[in-house]
Structure formats: structure tokens, C-alpha cells
């Protein structure tokens, strides 16, 4: 059993006229068919940066923020004000008025004389009986009140539909272009604008050192076939790995800071960079999924209701788990298995299936099961205190429209989660990597130049990144629905 929450779909419809020195792990250094044994070796595991990454949903940015502009929907819902609409009888006319936030700043709304709402059969009777129809009811004129005091005035397409029970206030009404007459007036004009939201990069440095003397001690690693070139290779490695850990962890959880500064090589104070995760993104604007665990089959049935709300008509979802909402899956598929199958096609799912249920397809939507090892990481997110384990997020494969400014002209289609590097100008800052060199040299590194006289070679990695989250009205958090008892 689970409760959720709709978004609310976003309308501004109105009436109105590896720059390196050496490669990095995410470079040429390693072969696809290498990389999943480095990752299970040194217990990574794959998180949204992998996914993202390596699912080629990546994009340069060209500033520390961008700015992107949405397309919102060209249509949307009316909410009736606080004064109901009232009973009335057949064929008569009704006034009314909308909620306060139905209005823009400038006193436009929606709702244009000419337009029909739409009201259901349970408040209407036609020829005095009960209906299943919902009915018409068109706009004929609006007074010149402000705000929530404007007041509409609407007929009945029908001259037998009656008001029978008032439309309570707060109540949303569906919107449809009215009907005309021949030689009437024509429809009153509409513009749908866009909706901004700024993203912001994130700086993540990793570092690793030698000191002088290690490197040249011979290793028996070095003998075996394809074995390192001693420490170097180590190091490099665990400092790559502690970059993407950052990344990874910024791409979730990440904030943008405002209260934190440090100074830099000039003695400036600057506030230090970070980009909003995908968590709180969903905490702000998506959809909620609470469920009282353990998660079950039949849980997969209100996502179906969600997505519609928001007009999203994709087949394809990805839905990010943590090990134990992973878990609650496979039992629940597994006893719905055993449950309908009748013990004729148990083993023949589990052979196209699997324990691990990589695919789920219910109500017509098929999600891709993927279990996101960062909430399970007991050094982080795994860690009890915490509840990653058991939640989870969902993401439609869609495209969402966007422009990059309003003087651009060109629209594009963008996956609605991107992963974006500042890269612009001949600087690329996806993953930079260098060598400090001290007085140890390795492999010729540094040559005859020394930054400072430590005994050491030292070496530092930086990347800055974005999120980009496109329509997350449209994407769901899942979490237990007693995460703060």
C-alpha cells in the first residue's frame, strides 16, 4: 500500500497578445572491458554519475551557470474560487470566479470569454435527471473585477443542463475552445511562455602524492602480464576513483551553496561551487511515492497515475533502487510469479527475468530495474543512520523542449537528465589532471623542474560539472513512509 503525490504540470499559457597530462579512468587509459573489474575491485559500484556517464548523456556548458528555458504546456487546468459555482437552473447562466493564483501579475489568466469549461455529471441533472455526461458550460463574458473578484459568466451548451449540486470551491475544471457561430466573433488570443531555471557547477578535487624512493622499489605486480608500472598506477587509480565518489555523491545529494567561502591564491573570499543533486531537485519539484514497506507489485500500479498527471505518455522508465527496495521487488515479483503462473512458467521467468528482475512492465509502462550501489555503500549512503537503502527514483526516458536563451531561436530536444562539464574556449574542465612535480621524478616526469624541494611527486584532479534536471515535475521520488520515525 502506498499514498502519493501529483506535481502540478507547468503552464505559462495566458490570454494576451580531459585537457591532461595523463588520461584519466574515463579517458583512453582504460578499455570497456576493463572497466567493470576496476569498479568491482575497488567496490565503487555504479552510481548516477556511471549511469548518466556512461549512457552518453553528457553535454558541455560554456558558463559556471546555465540558463535554460522549458517549454511549458499549452494547456491547463482552471480552479474554481472561493465562491463555488452555484446551483442553477436549466439552461440558465452562472457566474463565477477562479482561484488567485489562476492569475498572472498582470491580471491575465487562462480562462478567455469563448472558452467552455467542462463540468462533471455529479453536480448536473439534464431534463431534471441524473447524468453521466459531463457538459459545457461556455464563457460568455467576464467583468472587469482584479484577481480571484473577476467574476465569469457561463451558459450551458445544452438548455436542459441544470447546476444541481454547487461545484465546490477548489475545485479544477478541465478547458476546451468553445463553439461559435457563423459570422461571430473570433477566439480571444493566448501566448504560452517558458519557464527558466538556472543551474550552477560543482568543483570536486581528488589529489594523490609519492614520495621519492617508493617508485623505485620493483614490485612483484610489475612481472605479471599487464601489471602496473609500479605505485604510480595505484595512486592514480585511488584518486580517480575518490574524484568520481565526489561526483557521484554532488549528482545526488548536492547543494548550492551560498553561506561557505574560501580564499584564494589572491587572499578572495569566494563562496565555493556546488550544483544541486538530483534529491533535493525531486524533493522540490518532483513527484512523491511514500510506501509502507515491503514495496510490492501491485505499488507499481499509482505510477501509472502519476505519469498521466503530468502528461507523460513514454513507455520507458528508469527506476534507480537501493539494495533493500531492490529486494522488496524481486520478493513481490517472485510471489506474484508463483501466485498466477501455476507453477507452469516459474522457471521460464527466472531464466528471462532473473532473481534481479532487470525489466518490470506493468500497466503498460516497462521499467528498467537498475540498483544504484552508492545507497547501499556502507561508508556513505548505506550507513544506518540513513534510509538510501530502501528509496529509490524514477525518470521517464523523455525529450523535454528547451532553448538555451530567449533570443535563440533554435529549439532543441535534451533527455531530461544530463550531465553537463564546463567546457568552453579551449579549456576543458571535464577531468583535468596534473603533475606537481618535487624533487622525485617519475618516468622522466618533471624532468629538470621542481615546483618546490619536498622529496615527492604530487599530483592534483579537478572537475566541474552540473546537473541538468529538465521537467522534474515529471520524475518521482520513492521513499519508506517512515524515513523520520
Known amino acids: 500500500m502506498s499514498s502519493v503525490t501529483k506535481g502540478t504540470i507547468g503552464s505559462l499559457t495566458t490570454q494576451s497578445a580531459y585537457n591532461v597530462n595523463f588520461d584519466s579512468l ?100 439534464v431534463g431534471g435527471a441524473a447524468t453521466y455526461e459531463p457538459k459545457h458550460y461556455q464563457i460568455t463574458a467576464v467583468d472587469t473585477g482584479v484577481g480571484a473578484a473577476k467574476k465569469f459568466t457561463a451558459s450551458p451548451l445544452d438548455k436542459g443542463v441544470a447546476i444541481a449540486v454547487a461545484v465546490p470551491a477548489a475545485t479544477k475544471l478541465m478547458v476546451t475552445p468553445g463553439n461559435y457561430a457563423p459570422g461571430s466573433d473570433g477566439a480571444k488570443p493566448k501566448s504560452t511562455g517558458w519557464y527558466s531555471k538556472t543551474y550552477y557547477t560543482a568543483i570536486k578535487k581528488a589529489a594523490w602524492q609519492i614520495e621519492g624512493s617508493s617508485q623505485s622499489n620493483e614490485r612483484y605486480i610489475e612481472n605479471l602480464k599487464g601489471g602496473g608500472a609500479g605505485i604510480m598506477t595505484r595512486a592514480t587509480i585511488d584518486a580517480d576513483m575518490r574524484l568520481t565518489k565526489a561526483i557521484n555523491d554532488e549528482l545526488l545529494i548536492g547543494e548550492v551553496p551560498n553561506n561557505l567561502t574560501m580564499a584564494n591564491r589572491d587572499s578572495d573570499d569566494n563562496t565555493v561551487r556546488g550544483t544541486m543533486g538530483l534529491w533535493p531537485t525531486l524533493n522540490a519539484y518532483g513527484m512523491k ?27 520507458n522508465a528508469v527506476f534507480g533502487v537501493g539494495s533493500k527496495l ?21 522457471m521460464r521467468s527466472f531464466n528471462d527475468l532473473g532473481i534481479e528482475f532487470k525489466y518490470i512492465k506493468k500497466n503498460t ?14 561508508t556513505s549512503f548505506g550507513a544506518d543512520a540513513y534510509y538510501f537503502k530502501e528509496a529509490g527514483f524514477i525518470v521517464p526516458d523523455a525529450d523535454v523542449t528547451v532553448r538555451k536563451s530567449m533570443d535563440d531561436v533554435a529549439q532543441i530536444k535534451l533527455k531530461n537528465l544530463r550531465l553537463g562539464y564546463k567546457a568552453y574556449n579551449g579549456e576543458d574542465r571535464t577531468r583535468v589532471a596534473k603533475v606537481l612535480p618535487g624533487m622525485a621524478s617519475i618516468n622522466g616526469m618533471g624532468g629538470n623542474v621542481a615546483v618546490d624541494a619536498y622529496d615527492d611527486i ?8 552540473m546537473l541538468l534536471v529538465l521537467k522534474p515535475n515529471q520524475m518521482i521520488r520513492v521513499m519508506p513512509d517512515d524515513v523520520l520515525s
Open 26 to 125: 574515463y579517458n583512453a587509459v582504460l578499455k570497456p572491458q576493463i572497466l567493470a573489474e576496476l569498479i568491482q575491485r575497488y567496490g565503487l559500484g555504479i552510481g548516477v554519475h556511471d549511469i548518466l556517464y556512461f549512457a552518453n548523456r553528457t553535454a558541455p556548458v560554456k558558463g559556471s551557470s546555465e540558463t535554460v528555458f522549458e517549454e511549458g504546456s499549452p494547456y491547463k487546468l482552471v480552479t474554481v474560487g472561493a465562491g463555488t459555482i452555484p446551483i442553477a437552473n436549466a439552461g440558465a447562466a452562472v457566474a463565477f470566479s477562479l482561484a488567485a493564483a489562476d492569475f498572472d501579475t498582470n491580471d491575465k489568466t487562462f480562462l478567455a470569454v469563448g472558452d467552455a469549461v467542462i463540468i462533471p455529471p455529479k453536480y448536473l441533472t
Open 326 to 346: 531492490n529486494e522488496y521487488i524481486e520478493n513481490s515479483g517472485l510471489e506474484f510469479l508463483k501466485d498466477y503462473s501455476g507453477g507452469t512458467d516459474l
Open 289 to 315: 511515492q511514500f510506501y509502507t514497506a515491503p514495496y510490492a507489485i501491485t505499488d507499481f500500479d499509482a505510477l501509472k497515475e502519476l505519469f498521466l498527471s503530468q502528461g507523460v505518455i513514454s513507455g
Open 458 to 465: 604530487r599530483g592534483q584532479m579537478l572537475s566541474e560539472f
Open 365 to 378: 509502462i516497462r521499467y528498467m530495474i537498475q540498483e544504484i550501489a552508492s545507497f547501499s555503500d556502507p
